[in-house]
């Protein structure tokens, strides 16, 4: 059993740069898949980011792609997202999640992820 919480989110200025954290706490945290979603007000939560726990591959939504990173380290046990040229569409409740050994290729699916934060709020204001 994998517990996740989220830390690190606040108002940032639009441009401005935010680092997020996950900490999971359970045994083999390390063999975890860790991706993050994001949720703003009245839409659909959506893939964000997400790192592969094997190869350590990382995979991006397109609307983050070249602002946004993923990673982890602190023994496996914290993952981060480094948000840079923040938008104020990037406002929105960040969560992170964890599946136990995925290598699949649906990593931008809710489904394939059985553990959850309750999330941090990011807001950029313009």
């Known amino acids: 059993q994998v517990q996740l919480a989220e830390s690190g989110g606040g108002l940032v200025q639009a441009g401005e740069s935010l680092r997020i954290s996950c900490v999971g706490s359970?045994?083999?945290?390390?063999?975890?898949?860790v991706a993050w979603f994001r949720q703003a007000p009245g839409k659909d939560r959506e893939f964000v980011a997400a790192i592969n726990w094997f190869e350590r591959n990382t995979y991006y939504a397109d609307s983050v792609k070249g602002r946004f990173t993923v990673s982890r380290e602190n023994g496996e046990k914290t993952a981060y997202l480094q948000m840079s040229e923040l938008r104020s569409d990037d406002t929105a409740v960040y969560y992170c999640a964890a599946a136990a050994y995925y290598s699949g290729t649906n990593y931008f699916k809710e489904g394939e992820y059985a553990y959850w934060g309750q999330g941090t709020q990011v807001t950029v204001s313009s």
């Open positions: 359970g045994p083999n945290f390390s063999k975890y898949t």
